[in-house]
């Protein structure tokens, strides 16, 4: 309820998934959040099979602005904390919003608590790299973290890169500012030991630059650096529309090459939109709870639901639990 | 000496920036390093201007892979130690090198001093906005900073936009995962008092993807996470142009289209490119310390050595310490 264009864009990502042709089968839909408002636009899609979708009423609506915490705690009938409960309670496999991020994340804390073992939940994004995917935790502003808690993010993010991207044994790399064992700030040269010492298929320290590269297939870092980066990398698009729009305007013939060059250049940026991937999981927590943009367009709704279904097929937390026994 | 092509390369680059018409006048260069190799190719070029150039012998040389202090420490007659001691004797004015940034960083801090009022030198690198460039200090991994160093890598880095690229009094915006106020690890929490009570022009807090957009003229940070993100920013065009050649393998049409491309695509890149800047400056320490890349080209050299002349004529030092003493 709490999106840029609730529910309408959510919504018609919710039909879309359902009508998939590949991947929408073996699932049901339970919309949680303002029943009239769900209702009037799901009557927009008469073909749609009513069988598959049922509505929760949530009446309290949490802002993208709001205090995550605060808005947690007060607004216990928001479509958030309403979801979320139904998922602990059984009545759902899985948790999907693309609201207020922070908002989904404590909730999700709160209500499902956390698999055993792990202290603090992480947020795992995908960054392009030349050879498919590169997984970085944590993405979340998980700031201030301990060398435990980067040995946890890199369990759960290897479970995540090989039971939903299908890279068997994930290679593990711990970002710094230099490759060589010893470098960087006190936390890292204490993660990196834990790490060796660890059965995950670790390699080392990476660089920035290792990212896009794919040195690794899972890089590991305190929350804060994690959210610049993926900010960062979320904002080289923009840069470049901009810049090449600049350079059409400097004469026909510059717009002319573009012109042509449009469809690659689609193609590119494509893979870096988020929109594609949809949302990303929340990991650590006792259920699948999948985060999304608050400008998530239909596609990237419908991406974030058949990331859910994939999660819960995979069961991607029993498998974070017995790494952990290990 | 210790770069990818020395010292062919490194002389390539002093011979271009003598020869230079437009920038290539009121300085003379002191080469550093060993006489005979430096013989052998400033005689590749007949026509210099030898009245401009001398040489220091230097016999040591610091590879790229030497361990930084200890290197500084134990090869006294290397070209960055000897080199950096001429500087501090007043036989030059400023100091250039594309050798290992941490053993220029070093030397230049133990030989030349720091600035009074500075506890840590910076590396503030240039990053391209949609408006003209956007400054990040620290990119020099001076990892483990106190909230001091932040406000004072916003001094050096205010004073060198200023000075070196234009902006008068330039906004300066703490490097964070959300705007508010708060938000953050406990180092920028703190920083942000310190910053919001100094007299730079604060704009607040900045994300990740206000470094591209150019929210702020000045972005501060941890050089844990402004390293990370600068050798990042470095590796896009490298996969932008992987994952071009893969489009323009899908067929002809796809090649032809990527052909028209080229020139704009080159122009961008080109932007993203650290060669065209050269190298950037130690800032902190009592005299001009410009480092570059190991594998600097010619035009890489070139340009730190401008870059070098501009900041012995801005004054950016004096300024610095104008700036601390208010």
Known sequence: MGTDNAPAEDIRGVVEALGDPGRGDGFEMILVGRGDAIEAELARYPRLDRSRVSIHHAPDVIAMNDEPVQAVRSKRESSIVRG???????????????????AV??????????IQGISRPTIASQFPAANGFTIVADVGANVDTKPRNLYEFAVMASVYAEQIFGYAN??????????????????AVQA?????????????????????????????CDGFVGNVVLKFAESVPGLLRTKLSGYATTGFLAKLR??????????????????EYGGVPLLGVNGVSIIGHGGSTAKAVKNMIFKADEMVRREVNRRIGEQLGL
Chains 1, 2 share one sequence.
Not at 105 to 114: D, K, P, Y
Not at 170 to 187: A, I
């Open 192 to 220: 990196f030991e834990l790490l060796r010492e660890s059965r995950l298929n670790f390699i080392g320290n990476v660089e920035g630059r290792d990212i896009l590269k794919g040195t690794a297939r899972v890089v590991v």
């Open 84 to 102: 979320i409960t139904l998922h602990r309670d059984g009545a759902a496999d899985a948790f999907v919003s693309a609201g207020n991020t922070g």
């Open 105 to 114: 994340m404590a909730a999700s804390t709160f209500i499902l608590g956390r």
């Open 258 to 275: 573009l012109g042509f060059a449009r469809g690659a250049l689609k193609n590119i940026f494509r893979e870096m939109d988020y929109q």
């Open 170 to 187: 994930p290679t593990v790399g711990l970002l710094n500012v230099g490759e060589e064992e010893g470098k960087g700030e006190e936390r």
